[in-house]
């Protein structure tokens, strides 16, 4: 295989799960198996997608198409990098020092009214997400991994 070009465009964590679970449909109306290496990737993929605290275990899904071009759409007064928002989408940021970790040189970029006005349109757009400690929510080392079937299903 040949890379026409490199690094063309950026996905988010939603976009990736959505191709990949998009994909997976594809083959499964087909009644058709994709390459065994394939499948194998796909499931792992979606399954640390899904897993705690990535934004995308969240029940129910709050991310959409729709969500990613509202987000992109308020955030675009702030002249935000295409990095910096991907980030934005992939980490959803519910505090200003969660903020201040995907942005660079906050402080001096932005002023506190700009910090807490990004951070309440990421709490519109997406809703509240509260992380779940592995342990408070039963699940230590290795019971915490899921297994192919639990991944199917979920």
Same mark, same amino acid.
């Given at each position: 295989?040949?890379?026409i070009?490199?690094?063309?465009?950026?996905?988010?964590? !939603?976009?990736v799960?959505?191709?990949?679970?998009?994909?997976?449909?594809?083959?499964?109306?087909?009644?058709?198996?994709?390459?065994?290496?394939?499948?194998?990737?796909?499931?792992?993929?979606?399954?640390?997608?899904?897993?705690?605290?990535?934004?995308?275990?969240q029940?129910?899904?709050? !991310?959409?198409?729709?969500?990613?071009?509202?987000?992109?759409?308020?955030?675009?007064?702030?002249?935000?990098?295409?990095?910096?928002v991907?980030?934005?989408?992939?980490?959803?940021?519910?505090?200003?020092?969660?903020?201040?970790?995907?942005?660079?040189?906050?402080?001096?970029? !932005?002023?506190?009214?700009?910090?807490e006005?990004?951070?309440?349109?990421?709490?519109?757009?997406?809703?509240?997400?509260?992380?779940i400690?592995?342990?408070?929510?039963?699940?230590?080392?290795?019971?915490?991994?899921?297994?192919?079937?639990?991944?199917?299903a979920?």
């Open positions: 295989m040949k890379i070009e490199a690094q063309s465009a950026v996905l988010s964590n !939603y976009e799960y959505q191709h990949l679970t998009d994909q997976r449909d594809r083959y499964k109306q087909k009644k058709h198996r994709g390459p065994p290496n394939l499948e194998t990737v796909v499931r792992e993929m979606l399954q640390y997608l899904r897993t705690a605290p990535s934004p995308l275990s029940k129910p899904l709050t !991310y959409t198409p729709d969500v990613v071009a509202q987000i992109i759409e308020k955030l675009s007064p702030y002249e935000l990098s295409k990095g910096e991907v980030m934005i989408l992939n980490l959803r940021p519910a505090s200003i020092a969660a903020l201040n970790t995907i942005i660079e040189d906050m402080p001096e970029r !932005y002023s506190d009214g700009q910090q006005e990004m951070v309440d349109i990421v709490a519109d757009i997406l809703g509240q997400f509260e992380v400690e592995a342990e408070e929510s039963g699940q230590v080392g290795d019971d915490a991994d899921l297994n192919m079937n639990d991944a199917e979920s």
